[in-house]
Every structure is written in C-alpha cells, then in structure tokens.
C-alpha cells in the first residue's frame, strides 16, 4: 500500500504569508494527487487536480507541483480564510490513501 | 450543478449493518465512477471504496474488505454502500463523491457503531 506523509503536520503563519505544504508517496504516483481544503465542521473541497491543475473557481493563490514522489501545495499569499485544513489524496494505486492533513493556524 | 444527497446513516451496535445510499443530480451519473470517503470523529480523511462507471471494477480500503460493499444503480442515479459486521471503529461521518480523485462531495451521513 502507499502511504502519504504530509508535512507539517501543523504550522503557525501570519496573514499575507507565503506558505508550502509537503506530501511525500512511500512510492511513485505519476502526478494521481489531489489536494483538499476543509473547513471545521464542513465538507471537504477539491482545490487542486492532477498534481497542479486549479480546479475551477479556486483562488489563483493556490497552486500545486510535483510528479513521482513529492508534492507540494502552496498559498502565495494567506488570506485569513485559508487557516483551515489541507489534505493530499493519492489516487494512483489502490487502496487509495489521504494524507493526515496540516492545520494551519494564525500566528 | 452536481448534487450528492446521502442517507441512511445512524445508530447501529456493534456486529450489526447499515445501507448507506447516495442519490445523484446534476450530472450523467453512469459516465462516473464514485467513491465513499469517510472520516472519524475528530481524525482525518480516508478513502473507503470506489466503483466504475458500469459497476464492473469495485476496490476497497484493506480494512472493510469482505465486509462493506459499493454498488450502485444508473437508472436509479444512485450509489450504495452495503455495511455489515460494523465494528466501533467503523464510526465516521461517511460522504458519497463523484470521481476517483474525488471532485465532488455530498454533505455526509453520520454512522456510529456503539452498544
């Protein structure tokens, strides 16, 4: 099975920040990633498909990269909504597994 | 717009079942796979099943193999998620999804295995 570490676990930023959130794959899985953004008692939502592409109607400060291996999402500039959870899925290889997540907290 | 409605959620004890069902809108339902997603109370997300577009290729997280399984109807628009021997772990806000790499989520339905 692969396992997905995301890293950090948790991080403390400030408004305006720019931040980078890491998922790593125990094996390759071509660019099947997707990255996820859930709000506390609310149902996740998709923000990024296929390693880098922005889903539809997500802010363009949002933006993922990778292949293989590593992956990274980045927020090029934290607004105040955005401290919220993020998780990585990887869908290449079954069973599919999420990432378990990193909470980014206002510092 | 594409709409997941989930039901059949609740209180169930341990050892015993539940059919979890997802009625789909807004989209051709049969030209997507679908997925169930679950997560914990209090812990993070994970993938628990999906099924192809014609019901013909069914996967499943290692841990309800042989006891959870995913069909679904396309003249029905529907997804099901047939839960048996339900053990405390378990427990989880469980959601319908459209996609493999999950595009779409319905608002969830709670199960809770307890005595």
């Known amino acids: 099975d692969i396992q997905m570490t995301q890293s950090p676990s948790a991080m403390s930023a400030s408004v305006g920040d720019r931040v980078t959130i890491t998922c790593r794959a125990s094996?390759?899985?071509?660019?099947?990633l997707a990255w996820f953004q859930q709000r506390p008692g609310k149902v996740p939502k998709r923000l990024i498909y296929?390693?880098?592409n922005l889903q539809s109607g997500v802010p363009s400060r949002f933006s993922g990269s990778g292949s293989g291996t590593e992956f990274t999402l980045t927020i090029s500039s934290l607004q105040p909504e955005d401290f919220v959870t993020y998780y990585c899925l990887q869908h290449s290889s079954y069973p599919y597994s999420f990432g378990q997540g990193t909470k980014l907290e206002i510092k | 717009e594409v709409q997941l409605v989930e039901s059949g959620g609740g209180l169930v004890q341990p050892g015993g079942s539940l059919r979890l069902s997802c009625e789909a809108s807004?989209?051709?339902?049969?030209?997507?796979?679908m997925t169930w997603v679950r997560q914990a109370p209090g812990k993070g997300l994970e993938w628990v099943a999906n099924i192809k577009e014609d019901g013909s290729e069914k996967y499943y997280l290692d841990s309800v193999k042989g006891r959870f399984t995913i069909s679904r109807d396309n003249a029905k628009n529907s997804l099901y998620l047939l839960m048996s021997s339900l053990r405390v772990e378990d427990t989880a806000v469980y959601y319908c999804?459209?996609?493999?790499?999950?595009?779409?989520w319905g608002q969830g339905t709670q199960v809770t295995v307890s005595s």
């Open positions: 094996q390759g899985i071509s660019n099947y």
């Open positions: 999804a459209r996609e493999r790499s999950v595009a779409y």
């Open positions: 296929t390693a880098s």
């Open positions: 807004g989209f051709t339902f049969s030209s997507h796979w």
